[in-house]
């Protein structure tokens, strides 16, 4: 099925007037590390322009004062590091606890690759128990462990670019190139995992093997933290989309926000032109 505008419509579930910020998707982002604090702004922000009523930031105790100072409407939750600037295996606890007051849990934006953290991830997954969207270093976590994926409480979301996948699968990415829709279904139902992997056409792939392609998007949104504003804006979409339809519904908003910022920039664009469009493209499917 192709993700276009008509069906974008069709996986909107339409928001009562009188609803408060608590119904409208509770968001808890792990991620950023020193020199990557940017990634875990946009994620953030994604989330919050996708339609999240609530969204927090746990991130390492060290860089909680840069997040205080950049993000105006996410709250930060600092935790325990390993080194300065890494979160540590130590905050698993305060993590897992924190996690059961949200709806969704995304993980891996600028998180790092520091072994501690790696720890964490892997500890992480099996022990929270909202939906896990998993981006970025989370999934350099699991390069060869993929298996780790069917003992999560819920099906996890993973959001890999090709190389991302490859390494994950532990194959070439030319050798994923050659059937990325086979390989893809193969992998979603042997980890019971949904893939969204990124590419030139995004596809998004269940266990059951019902697979979407993107109907939008342009060559212009190759450039750095365009996939950390596409998980937030797929972690957003959760309590807007119907059932199991958010990735579906992130993916659009993305690529149609991409499709306006090339409008404006062309190949110039940056990820934070894809993030200020994310509401137009809700006014134009949600109303």
Known sequence: ????????KGFIVQRATDTHKGECGRILVV???????????LASMAAMRAGAGIVSLACAQSLNHIFEI????????????????????????????????FDVTLLGPGLGRQAETM????ELILKADSQLILDADALYALRNQGELLRNCHRIPVLTPHLGEMATLLGISVAKLRHDVLGITQRAASEFDAIFVVKSEKTIVVFPDGRSYATGVGN????????????AGTIAGAYKLAKKDAFPQLG?????????????????GLIASDILNNIGRVLLEVHG
Not at 70 to 77: A, D, F, S
Request: charged share 20%.
């Open 219 to 230: 060559a212009g949104m190759a450039t750095a933290g365009s996939g950390d504003v596409l």
């Open 70 to 101: 950049k993000l105006t409407e996410v709250m930060t939750i600092p935790v325990a590091e390993s080194e300065p600037g890494h979160i540590g295996k130590n905050s698993l606890p305060v993590l897992v606890e924190r996690a059961k007051n």
């Open 1 to 8: 099925m192709i993700i276009d505008e008509e069906a974008a």
């Open 119 to 122: 720890e964490l991830v892997r």
């Open 31 to 41: 991620a950023g590390s020193t020199g990557l604090t940017g990634a875990a702004a």
């Open 251 to 267: 993916v659009y908003l993305h690529g149609r926000a991409g499709d306006l910022a090339f409008e404006e920039n062309g190949i």
